[in-house]
């Protein structure tokens, strides 16, 4: 069987567990990978069997795909540099952080015909898989929303409060329940937002209202300094006397009707990777890869979900008027 080989940039932490995932999946061969920092990417490359490469274009002249799992503000660049070297490409959130790079990652990745993805793994948590799968079904249908992401704190990794890395917190935590509000309740007719700098040097508390093509309308705050108070991220959706909330990826809660009773669900006994959907959006990637047809594929992030997430996020920040 011929193996698709990849190779990964940035040796931390998310990278980590995608390279776990992979190196369970028999279809592949972990290949070469590259960090700035070499001590980093030769424990790493220990650990999963990998070769280290001293640049970004080693790594792709000896990989069919690569994972991008850097801070942020090099997501735009090295998407860019991988899809004209022809390699498919998955990329860590955020897409990219300014609309014009957005252009330029959806035009290149059209141009080159190869497979996109970007690591929206809430998208097939068990917790939010179950709201989705309700909509779908038509038992749940959505008139509003009540969510909050928050985080505990911008200090580990450090970049994560500087603004000139992460390209602002939205870019961060928040924007992976900015991508959910768009799968759960479709395209986005009108979001009005304030903001304030409180404790680190960006904007790091948002309150936004959102109003969907479709009707459906919701609240939306978002705090970077929240202690890890539990849960610290929770979608509310009120529809036809059917409500559902999920406590961070732990336990969804709902009622599907008056006078029924409520149902639990708890997923805190699966593994991380799969209750955080981690190996779920991994595995897709490689289906994508070899031509597989599985179910969820329709739910995976494209390249046209980064670019509106981006154009959302461009248009808080706007509103907010105090920069990053
Ligand atoms: N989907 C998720 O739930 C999730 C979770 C964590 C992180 N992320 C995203 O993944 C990305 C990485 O986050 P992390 O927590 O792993 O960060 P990290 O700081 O742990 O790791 C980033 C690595 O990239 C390396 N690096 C920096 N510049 C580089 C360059 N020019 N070339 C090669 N390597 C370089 C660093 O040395 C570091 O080892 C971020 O964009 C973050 O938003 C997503």
């Avoid at 698709?4 to 998310?14: Q, V």
């Avoid at 690591?119 to 179950?130: D, E, I, Q």
């Amino acid at each position: 069987m011929n193996k698709i080989k990849i190779g990964i940039i940035g040796t931390g932490n998310i990278a980590k567990t995608h390279a776990g995932n992979l190196k369970s999946i028999p279809e592949v061969s972990l290949g070469p990978v590259f960090d700035i920092q070499t001590n980093r990417s030769q424990a790493f490359a220990q650990d999963f069997g990998m070769t280290v490469r001293n640049s970004i274009e080693e790594v792709f002249s000896d990989s069919d795909a690569v994972y991008i799992t850097v801070p942020n503000k090099l997501h735009a660049e090295l998407t860019l540099k991988a899809l004209s070297a022809g390699k498919h490409v998955f990329c860590e959130k955020p897409f990219a952080l300014n609309i014009d790079d957005a252009e330029k990652i959806v035009k290149a990745v059209n141009e080159a015909g190869v497979v996109y993805q970007i690591g929206f793994n809430r998208r097939f948590a068990p917790v939010y898989k179950k709201m989705k799968n309700f909509i779908l079904s038509g038992d749940l249908v959505p008139a509003s929303f009540n969510i909050k992401m928050n985080r505990g704190e911008l200090q580990s990794p450090p970049w994560t409060s500087d603004p000139e890395v992460t390209g602002g917190f939205l870019f961060e935590s928040t924007l992976h329940l900015i991508d959910m509000v768009r799968y759960l309740f479709g395209e986005v007719k009108k979001v009005t937002a304030v903001g304030s700098k409180t404790i680190y040097p960006c904007v790091d508390d948002f309150s936004m209202i959102f109003e969907m093509k479709n009707g459906v309308h919701g609240v939306f705050s978002s705090s970077a300094h929240t202690t890890w108070i539990y849960p610290f991220e929770r979608v509310e959706v009120y529809g036809n006397h059917f409500a559902i909330y999920n406590d961070e990826m732990e336990t969804v809660t709902y009622c599907s009707g008056l006078n029924q009773p409520y149902n639990q669900e708890t997923f805190s006994t699966l593994p991380i990777e799969k209750r955080w959907g981690f190996i779920q959006e991994d595995l897709l990637f490689i289906s994508r890869l070899l031509g597989k047809q599985e179910d969820d594929m329709d739910l995976i992030a494209t390249h046209i979900d980064g670019y509106k997430n981006v154009e959302l996020i461009e248009n808080i920040y706007q509103q907010v008027g105090l920069g990053r």
